[in-house]
């Protein structure tokens, strides 16, 4: 999902989708346990095979735009990032943590220009992950192992990985980060819930720095002395409140290296327009403008300036031949996003508006450019 309000869309066509073919359907009184996080579903069947394919069948034609893939399997199944396995000589469901086939260790380095206390908190973190989905001891026993192997080849100490390891197990065994799935009643009858402790909210003086080599130094000063900093009358009415430190990240090689997409002409001012960038394929199919361009006798100012590597953008696709447009947006780069719709074009794609343009006239085609 590109664009950050995505996932409410999707989750609203979802909700909208289930209430009106899922649990009005024909199929619910088979379906014991049903959840959904956006568009992945995952439901616990009682009932005959055929009346399961029946209903899967049914729900990939409710709407045209919603299409199901579907994995089915009596005694264990994946969904997110959890591995379910029913245990049938014991009647009861076992829970792990599922990585996909394409999982690679690409957790930060710990020589990445971070703050100590960051690099401990991701170790922590996958830990209790571990402890509150791995339902069995000897599992979790196995997990530790495998994710203390993952941090000591990302180049983290030993001593910092046994240190938290035996925090978290402390913890798990003393109930604070129990097991989320103890049995599998806890899943049927919706008790599953995660265990909260009371939560307090302090205020703080938020100081917010840029993250370099003498961050931590800063940090130490402030705090050593910060009662003569509260005399002081810019932090009148601060005094009883200890300042809370936030790192912000610094500028990494590549953001201090990389070639910015802006021109500038020869009296320093920015081209503003739509303008091909010169080194890749999607060039053809970019307009050029000026600053200024008309749609359908739509007058159109054009404010900034773009090319096929711009990023975060509005764009319209207009068609060659005749008035049709299309409006879209995207976050990823403008020339991603334009071979996708090229893509989709070419396999005569009936979701995608263009295609099912360019389909209807086989003579038509489109040009992009950024709005």
């Known amino acids: 999902m590109g664009a950050a309000c995505a996932p409410i869309y999707a989750n609203y066509i979802m909700a909208f989708w289930e209430s009106n073919f899922v649990f009005n359907s024909e199929f619910w009184p088979y379906i014991k346990f049903y959840t959904r996080y956006l568009e992945d579903i995952f439901i616990v069947w009682q009932g005959e095979k055929i009346i399961s394919e029946a209903f899967i069948k049914y729900i990939n034609q409710t709407v045209w735009f919603l299409k199901f893939?579907?994995?089915?399997?009596?005694d264990r199944i994946s969904y997110l990032d959890?591995?379910?396995t029913y245990v049938r000589d014991k009647g009861s469901l076992v829970s792990k943590i599922y990585r996909k086939p394409t999982f690679s260790n690409l957790y930060m380095h710990f020589d990445s220009w971070h703050p100590g206390h960051q690099k401990r908190a991701i170790i922590k973190g996958q830990m209790v992950r571990a402890a509150r989905m791995v339902s069995e001891e000897v599992d979790f026993q196995l997990e530790l192992d495998f994710m203390a192997q993952l941090f000591l080849n990302r180049g983290y100490p030993r001593h910092m990985c046994d240190e938290i390891r035996k925090e978290v197990q402390f913890k798990r065994d003393g109930g604070?980060?129990?097991?989320i799935l103890k049995s599998k009643d806890d899943l049927f009858s919706g008790t599953v819930e995660q265990s909260r402790g009371n939560v307090h909210f302090n205020e703080h003086?938020?100081?917010?720095?840029?993250?370099n080599a003498d961050a931590e130094y800063i940090k130490i000063i402030i705090e050593k002395n910060w009662e003569s900093f509260a005399r002081l009358k810019e932090f009148k009415g601060l005094a009883a409140r200890k300042p809370k430190f936030i790192f912000r990240k610094d500028k990494a090689l590549k953001d201090i290296f990389e070639r910015s997409a802006m021109i500038i002409d020869n009296v320093g001012n920015r081209n503003t327009g739509n303008f091909k960038c010169g080194r890749c394929l999607t060039c053809t199919h970019i307009l050029t403008t000026g600053k200024y361009i008309k749609i359908n006798n739509i007058p159109i100012n054009i404010l900034g300036h773009y090319d096929c590597f711009s990023v975060n953008v509005v764009y319209l696709a207009k068609c060659q031949i005749c008035t049709a447009f299309y409006v879209g947006k995207t976050c990823r780069r403008f020339r991603e996003r334009i071979k996708e719709h090229l893509l989709d074009i070419q396999h005569k794609k009936p979701t995608n508006a263009l295609s099912r343009h360019v389909m209807a006239h086989n003579d038509h085609s489109f040009k992009f450019f950024v709005i």
């Open 69 to 74: 893939t579907h994995e089915v399997n009596d």
């Open 82 to 84: 959890i591995c379910l």
């Open 176 to 179: 604070i980060f129990q097991p």
């Open 205 to 211: 003086f938020l100081y917010v720095m840029t993250y």
